[in-house]
């Protein structure tokens, strides 16, 4: 089974982005185009701001939960990457790992990497240790993993299939 979720922002203000994600199912959450009023020119001509739509892909792989991410993660998509993730948490068996693959990642902010430093510290035994990240050759994902040190935190792995052997 695989559930795909595609998630922009359409003409709303950046403020108002998490509140709007917030209230839509995360099984229903497709929003498409992404146009971003600026709080600078509420009278004046609208700034559209292009921003690929971050795709999330949830795949059970036996007892493990894979989700794939491709495009962006910044702050408007972080928070249904965290939903993701916790979802996958709570769905699958406790100490079955829980996959990222964010080796289609073109960027990576600070945001998302909260959402990360989040699960992988989780204060709960239930998914202490569960979480293992595929970067891939993404030089987007592998870089910003890096620079803040979370390359020793998280296990990052090249695949999902290396994932899926190192969580056995």
């Known amino acids: ?8 922002v359409s003409d709303i203000a950046p403020a108002e982005a998490p509140a ?5 199912p995360q099984a229903k959450r497709r929003l498409l185009s992404s146009r971003v009023r600026s709080a600078d020119m509420a009278d004046g001509p609208e700034e559209e701001l292009r921003s690929p739509t971050m795709q999330l892909a949830v795949t059970q792989a036996g007892p493990a939960v894979v ?9 408007l998509t972080a928070p ?10 709570d769905d699958t068996q406790p100490g079955a ?9 073109s960027f990576l ?9 989040q699960a992988a510290s989780a204060p709960t035994a239930s998914t202490a240790g569960r979480l293992r990240v ?3 050759d993404a030089r987007a994902a592998i870089r910003p993993l890096q620079i803040t040190g979370l390359d020793k935190l998280l ?3 090249r695949t999902v299939d290396d994932a899926l052997a190192d969580a056995w």
């Open 155 to 157: 296990p990052l792995h």
């Open 1 to 8: 089974m695989t559930t795909t979720f595609d998630v922009a």
């Open 67 to 75: 989700v794939s991410v491709a495009g962006e993660i910044d702050m």
């Open 80 to 89: 249904a990457l965290a939903d993701a993730l916790n979802t996958a948490f």
């Open 134 to 136: 595929v970067v891939g």
């Open 109 to 117: 902010d600070s945001h998302g990497l909260t959402v990360l430093v």
């Open 20 to 24: 709007l994600l917030a209230g839509i």
């Open 97 to 105: 790992p829980v996959v990222l693959d964010l080796s289609r990642v």
